[in-house]
């Protein structure tokens, strides 16, 4: 069965820094373009940030020199750090596969940034 599972958020004052987790059972990140989302109340679900099997990386504007995504092969795990935290970026983050078919989407990870 694949699995996503997201973990590391929390509540962090604004200008500070969280590393989220997201890791895969029964599929091979490597292999995939992967990539985080976030949702906030009311809002629809955005990319904030993609990964290519070869590790080149994509980010949203509004995230842009502040997030970084990064994978480790070994551990099958893809890693969102987040520094700079706005108010902003106060959301639900998911991670799953770019494009679709989508994996079964993950409980997810809040963060939320107070100011």
């Known amino acids: 069965q694949v699995q996503l599972v997201e973990s590391g958020g929390g509540l962090v004052q604004a200008g500070g820094s969280l590393r989220l987790s997201c890791a895969a059972s029964?599929?091979?990140?490597?292999?995939?373009?992967m990539a985080w989302f976030r949702q906030a109340p009311g809002k629809q679900r955005e990319v904030v940030a993609f990964?290519?099997?070869?590790?080149?990386?994509g980010y949203a504007d509004s995230v842009k020199g502040r997030f970084t995504i990064s994978r480790d092969d070994f551990k099958n795990t893809v890693y969102l750090q987040m520094n700079s935290l706005k108010p902003e970026d106060t959301a639900v983050y998911y991670c799953?596969?770019?494009?679709?078919?989508?994996?079964?989407w993950g409980q997810g990870t809040q963060v939320t940034v107070s100011s």
């Open positions: 799953n596969k770019r494009y679709g078919p989508q994996i079964s």
């Open positions: 990964i290519t099997s070869g590790k080149s990386t």
């Open positions: 029964g599929i091979i990140l490597s292999s995939k373009l």
